[in-house]
Nanobody, 115 residues
Framework: VQLVESGGGLVQPGGSLRLSCAASGFTFSSFAMSWYRQAPGKERDWVARITRDGGSTNYADSVKGRFTISRDNAKNTVYLQMNSLKLEDTAVYYC?????????WGQGTQVTVSS
């Protein structure tokens, strides 16, 4: 089982990034997918979630209206489009796959918002 995040980097406030998480080793379409983030010295927080078929999404209040989660079950990939980035969005972003039997995590990708 692998979840491999990519797309992180350094961006200025107000900029955009698109994170990707490529899944392998399990039936991707059977799992709800989420993004979490962890800033230095803080707990890991939930950011966004998408259902197995992509029909429903939910967002943390802190990112609502700025971030968009999506998935492509044919490519076994989940995305996080991040717009209007703020300094406080700086964190390591983690991909998560969940169903009632299994819970998988990626290794994370660093997002740094700085001027």
């Amino acid at each position: 089982v692998q979840l491999v995040e990519s797309g992180g980097g350094l961006v200025q406030p107000g900029g955009s990034l698109r994170l990707s998480c490529a899944a392998s080793g399990f039936t991707f379409s059977s799992f709800a997918m989420s993004w979490y983030r962890q800033a230095p010295g803080k707990e890991r927080d939930w950011v966004a979630r998408i259902t197995r078929d992509g029909g429903s999404t939910n967002y943390a209040d802190s990112v609502k209206g700025r971030f968009t989660i999506s998935r492509d079950n044919a490519k076994n990939t989940v995305y996080l489009q991040m717009n209007s980035l703020k300094l406080e969005d700086t964190a390591v972003y983690y991909c998560n796959a969940w169903n009632v039997w299994r819970n998988y995590w990626g290794q994370g990708t660093q997002v740094t918002v700085s001027s």
